[in-house]
Structures are given as C-alpha cells and as structure tokens.
C-alpha cells in the first residue's frame, strides 16, 4: 500500500506541476514531452487523474496517522 501511495503522490505532484505551468506560462509540460494529443499524453492525464482520486480516497487515513 505504500508504493501505491508514493505512485499517487508522485503522479498527483507531476500534475500540480503540470497544471502550475499552464496557468503562469502557459506551457503544458506533458504535451511538450509526449506530444500535444497524443496516446502517451492521454495516458499520463488520466494517470494523474486517477492518483487524485486514490489519495482523496487515503486522505482521512493520512491525516488520522499525521495528526
């Protein structure tokens, strides 16, 4: 469970990253790498997507074991 959760985390930063770069540059990282559009593109997109999830899913449990 803890490399699914260090998975998420690293997918979800990657994302916030992402998603930084877009609003201050205007610069999508992963469409520079993969190719805008593209199958490799999409699959990192729902990657992450699916990362935010999970960790939504563990968040009452991360906090109950941080605090």
Not at 6 to 17: N, P, Q, T
Not at 23 to 41: H, K, P, R, T, Y
């Amino acid at each position: 469970m803890k490399a699914a959760a260090a998975i998420a985390l690293i997918l979800v930063v990657v994302g916030a990253l992402n998603w930084g770069l877009v609003g201050a540059a205007n610069f999508d990282l992963v469409a520079a790498i993969f190719g805008a559009g593209s199958v490799l593109a999409k699959i990192v997109y729902v990657l992450v997507g699916i990362a935010g999830v999970a960790l939504a899913a563990m968040a009452p449990k991360l906090l109950k074991t941080a605090g």
